[in-house]
């Protein structure tokens, strides 16, 4: 009911979805409890069950990074920080040594864990082996290792981390200096997996328990006992041929030409559905051109990364107020970034004039819409300047996403988070990048790809996004038209100062021009109010989930600016930033019941006068 008030000091810190192990948002469902976060104040940070996975190391991967420190190094000076593979770890050593020249490099050093030669049978060869690299370092140097995982997202999952503290705790997997002989090969993925609704949704008994479910032995329900159902399930029985069958689905979706909402492998073998047929329209695409990644911040790493090796180093440009994230992977990595941040024509003027200077950049980074802003690019003119002076273009299709939107015709690279709407149920990371095979740097790409990229997401990861994602495009239509009345519903306000949204505003045509006939404007909106104090009463009388995160199957909402730029407040505010913006990520609710929860949310405002 709209006039009900969530207990909200009582889910402050609690997992959302609820009672999901590995829930990717967390609730802050004050004002006050986001600014108290963002103060570090104990009443909020101590009652945190788990947060956005790369800014909160999840429970799971702290501990079987303590376990680590405590058998291979010193718990009263180190710190380990967990990735999937040694040349991930080698990347943060990098980083470290390179922020932190005066420290003695030699304790910034990388253990490889393996599965135990003697205690792996021969016939787990089809098995998901458990494998990763830790980068033990002094303590002194977690802010920096904290900065590394959170902008580049090469680490473990928290599913990867109860797989892999298992097979720690029986001296299955081990660090390689302790076996003799060379190891086994690793080997990927499960052979089953049947249930299409969320069934991780059980609150785990200790920190190293995974929430998961099982339609054959609870059909109603949806749960088991857990420690069998991960064993039987997703532990060393994890066999390869279904996981490599549900990656493959996944980035077949991605692609546009898988449309059936089925079970695998059914949906490879009959995958298009002719009333919702998709496609990236490009000429000589295929699902190769899809690079599976761990969360898509990190597919924007690698495709910057990427794009330097293919082209040398040269400046990056970031056009439009980005995710904070874009940003700083630009400037810390390479020779630093032009930042034009309010996506305007004026500034692409100015990128013009110095082009036809003679300076030139490595690419154009963009989000198509932008988020909070909801800001279009002009990415015809951008694709224009790129294609005369010789840089490249990487959008970020996130907000927009592909069935809304067509915008690989005009960049070279396209990167989009997994974790949003395209798996909806806020429970596992994943991301993507997709390559224009029509683009000048297209073979280049592919030839540095070939030898670079790694799949590092986690088998039982990509279950997990296969299944989620089955109903994609269904949920697409509904999220699209409640965000349209809620967006109606908001501009109606008088105490609304302005809403964000790319179906109203000055780049309203530029994303037109990439709309499909039958896509909508997505499911992010945002707004600001005349007033903080307006703000926070709107926001502590919405009773909606609250908290990081969007693209959930429910409605999502957050105070944006100062959970994301609390200590940069004025800097945000030039770019149109307000810190009284709230942005909202629409759900699947019925559509009147949602609009009452804003309207009684809004009339709070006029209560409070």
């Not at 802010?143 to 599913?159: C, E, F, L, N």
């Not at 690419?363 to 015809?380: I, Q, Y």
Request: glycine share 6%; charged share 25%.
């Amino acid at each position: 009911m709209p006039g009900v008030i969530l207990p909200f000091n009582e889910t402050v810190g609690d997992t959302i979805p609820p009672d999901t192990p590995h829930a990717v948002s967390v609730s802050l469902p004050t004002w006050d409890a986001n600014v108290g976060y963002e103060k570090g104040e104990k009443w909020v940070v101590d009652k945190m069950q788990c947060g956005y996975p790369r800014f909160f190391i999840h429970p799971s991967i702290q501990k079987l990074a303590g376990c680590i420190v405590d058998k291979y190094a010193s718990p009263d000076s180190d710190k380990a920080m967990l990735f999937p593979s040694k040349r991930c770890a080698l990347r943060c050593i990098e980083f470290l040594r390179e922020q932190n020249p005066d420290v003695d490099h030699v304790r910034i050093r990388e253990l490889d864990f393996i599965p135990h030669p003697e205690k792996t049978p021969v016939n787990d060869k089809q098995k998901i082996l458990p494998r990763l690299s830790a980068v033990v370092y002094p303590s002194e140097l977690w802010p920096t290792a904290k900065t590394y995982w959170q902008h580049v997202g090469d680490g473990i999952s928290s599913r990867r981390a109860d797989f892999c503290q298992k097979a720690f705790d029986e001296n299955v997997m081990v660090e390689r200096n302790a076996v003799r002989g060379s190891p086994p090969r690793m080997t990927k993925g499960p052979r089953r997996y049947q249930r299409n609704v969320s069934v991780d949704t059980t609150k785990p008994n200790s920190l190293n328990e995974t929430g998961s479910g099982s339609e054959e032995t609870a059909p109603e329900a949806g749960i088991q006992d857990l420690a069998q159902f991960v064993e039987e399930r997703f532990g060393r029985n994890l066999n390869m041929e279904f996981a490599s069958q549900a990656k493959l689905a996944i980035r077949t979706r991605i692609a546009g030409s898988l449309t059936v909402d089925v079970d695998l492998p059914e949906s490879l073998e009959h995958p298009s559905d002719p009333a919702h047929e998709r496609s990236r329209d490009v000429p000589g695409f295929s699902v190769d051109d899809v690079y599976l990644h761990s969360c898509g911040m990190n597919a924007i790493f690698t495709a910057h990364r990427t794009m330097r090796l293919a082209r040398g180093e040269m400046k990056s440009i970031m056009y439009g107020f980005p995710y904070v994230d874009t940003l700083k992977i630009l400037e810390k990595w390479g020779p630093g970034a032009l930042f034009y941040g309010l996506a305007s024509q004026s500034e692409l003027d100015d990128l013009e004039k110095r082009l036809e200077s003679g300076e030139r950049y490595l690419a154009v980074f963009c989000e198509f819409p932008g988020n909070p802003l909801l800001r279009s690019p002009n990415l015809k003119r951008i694709r224009e300047l790129g294609d005369k002076y010789d840089f490249g273009v990487v959008v970020d299709e996130t907000i927009g996403n592909f069935l809304n939107i067509h915008v690989l015709p005009y960049a070279d690279v396209v990167v989009s988070s997994l974790t949003k709407i395209f798996s909806g149920d806020s429970n596992v990371m994943g991301g993507a990048m997709i390559l224009n095979p029509q683009g000048r740097y297209y073979a280049r790409l592919k030839e540095i790809l070939a030898d670079e990229y790694e799949d590092n997401q986690f088998e039982e990861d990509s279950v997990y996004l296969e299944r989620n994602s089955r109903d994609f495009v269904s949920r697409l239509g509904r999220i699209n038209h409640n965000a349209e009345v809620i967006a109606d519903t908001l501009r109606a306000h008088p105490r609304i100062k302005q809403v964000n949204y790319p179906k109203f505003g000055d780049t309203k045509d530029y994303y037109d021009a990439c709309k499909l006939p039958d896509g909508g404007y997505g499911g992010l909106l945002s707004c600001t109010f005349y007033s903080m104090e307006d703000a926070a009463t709107f926001y502590d009388h919405l009773n909606t989930q609250k908290g990081p995160s969007l693209g959930t199957n429910f409605t999502l909402s957050s105070p944006f600016v100062i959970l994301a730029h609390f200590t940069e407040l004025d800097w945000a505010a030039k770019y149109g930033c307000e810190a009284s913006l709230v942005r909202f990520s629409i759900g699947l609710e019925h559509t009147e019941a949602l609009k009452a929860v804003f309207e009684y949310a809004l009339n709070s405002i006029s209560k409070s006068e």
